[in-house]
């Protein structure tokens, strides 16, 4: 909606399915929704043809405010998060200072607030300082003005039993979740890349994939024993799916999520030692992204997930052993998960709603995101041509960072208009203040 007039879309398909309708959108709410309704008084959009889905939820975007404002702000981050059709992002916890404290936590949903493009939900640490020996004040997180339901130390693993285990239980009374970087830090001590033929053949220390299933294993014991709820941060392996399957079969309350570039990318960009290509966890092998594409569309996987994390160029444009891990991720994601599962028939629209929206929604506990495309839900919505085609260029990502892995591909589907509750936040790629 522009000013306050209702903003009526002609022609749309919500889901991708059945006939081209209306939608009609007044104070915030999907107010209609049928064919040709009355425009009397709306702002009237020719959408026609154009996927309908809910605003995507990204239970993972590293922002960099505070600390690295060189990198991205929560503000540079919101604006990639809309124009890639996000209306709710998880901002995680570590930033400079970390987010492990209260007024920590609702700086961070303030000024998410002020800024206005998207929902920004605080990460809480779940330990001080990263550090890993101390728990983090979680009940006063989860009760502050910031309600975070999110708990995670990712970048680095809660790799202490005990540490991990109280923190299973203190999240459980306050209705959170523990997300998981699952990394065996015993078992990665130096490492460069997935360890198997590439990394042995280039050179590089190996990241072995049970450093990351140990820690799944283990985790979702101790959550399973606490009876409370895991989430596995950007699963990387095929055994890590198989741990998962195994442990849902067991009735843990475990859910998890896979990066647009684990879905696409394998390790054998590495060759060409280009640091952008540099990940945690890292680019694995065919076989494991065969595996994780089929987990996301069983379901065993719930959720996508960017781990959007900027980097500067002095942090990224160096020597392969120097450079930071990590990739953009928000403006891409729907391209990727369209070109890795919608085209090969492993997900319909629907199935793109339920893992870049309802499910996030759901595991990360927001109201009012992940809803229907029905009448009398929010407009919190993103408009989606299926047929469009796009060549990714860092320079014009509103990141104000480059490291992309996608540069210079040409990939399927673009986002042509996102709302958060009746406001355009995004279209024809510039966003709407
Ligand atoms: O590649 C990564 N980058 N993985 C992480 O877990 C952290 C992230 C970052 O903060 O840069």
């Known amino acids: 909606m522009s000013g306050d007039r209702p903003l009526l879309l002609r022609g749309i398909l919500p889901y ?50 505070p600390g690295r404002e060189d990198a991205e702000t929560i503000e540079s981050g919101s604006a990639a998060a809309a124009l890639g059709g996000y209306t709710a992002v998880f901002a995680m916890a ?51 003005a910031a309600e975070v ?36 830090p015993r078992l990665t001590g130096g490492a460069q890349a997935h360890e198997g033929e590439i990394a042995a053949r280039l050179g590089l220390a190996g990241w072995p994939a049970t450093a990351e299933e140990s820690i799944v294993a283990r985790d979702c014991l101790l959550a399973g024993a606490a009876g409370a709820r895991l989430h596995v941060c950007h699963v990387s392996s095929a055994g890590t799916v198989d741990t998962l399957r195994w442990a849902r079969g067991r009735g843990v309350a475990v859910s ?31 076989d494991d992204g065969t595996a994780l594409r089929a987990a996301l569309a069983d379901g065993v ?37 369209v070109e890795t599962m919608v085209r090969p028939g492993l997900l319909d629209w629907r199935g793109v709603a339920r893992v870049m929206s309802e499910r996030p929604a759901g595991v990360g506990s927001v109201e009012g995101q992940g809803r ?44 042509v208009t996102t709302l958060l509750r009746g406001r355009i936040t995004a279209e024809d790629g510039a966003v709407r203040g």
């Open 16 to 65: 991708g399915e059945g006939e081209p309708t209306d939608l009609l959108v007044a104070d915030g709410v999907i107010a209609e929704l049928g064919p040709a309704l009355d425009p009397t008084g709306a702002e009237v959009r020719d959408a026609g043809g154009l996927v309908a889905l809910p605003g995507f939820v990204d239970l993972h975007t590293h922002l960099r405010e």
């Open 94 to 144: 570590n930033t400079d200072p970390v987010t492990d404290t209260a007024p920590a936590a609702e700086h961070v949903r303030r000024r998410g607030r002020e800024v206005g493009l998207v929902d920004v939900h605080p990460v809480g640490a779940v330990t001080v300082g990263l550090g890993g020996e101390r728990l983090a004040e979680l009940g006063s997180m989860a009760r502050s």
């Open 149 to 184: 339901r999110v708990f995670s130390d990712d970048g680095v693993c809660v790799h202490d039993p005990l540490v991990m285990r109280r923190a299973l239980e203190y999240s459980t009374a306050l209705g959170a979740v523990i997300a998981q970087h699952a990394e065996e």
């Open 301 to 337: 996987i719930d959720c996508v997930a960017t781990d959007h994390a900027p980097h500067a160029p002095q942090d990224k444009d160096c020597e392969w052993a120097a450079a930071r891990p990590g990739m953009l991720g928000l403006q891409t994601a729907l391209s990727v998960v």
């Open 256 to 286: 998890s999520e896979v990066t647009p570039h684990h879905l696409l990318l394998t390790d054998e960009r590495l060759a060409g030692f280009d640091p952008v290509n540099k990940v945690n966890p890292p680019l694995r092998t065919g």
């Open 372 to 415: 229907p495309v029905a009448a009398g839900e929010p407009a919190t919505l993103v408009l989606v041509d299926p047929d469009a085609t796009w060549t990714v260029q860092a320079a014009r990502l509103a990141s104000l960072s480059a490291n992309t892995p996608f540069e210079g591909m040409t990939l399927p589907a673009r986002v």
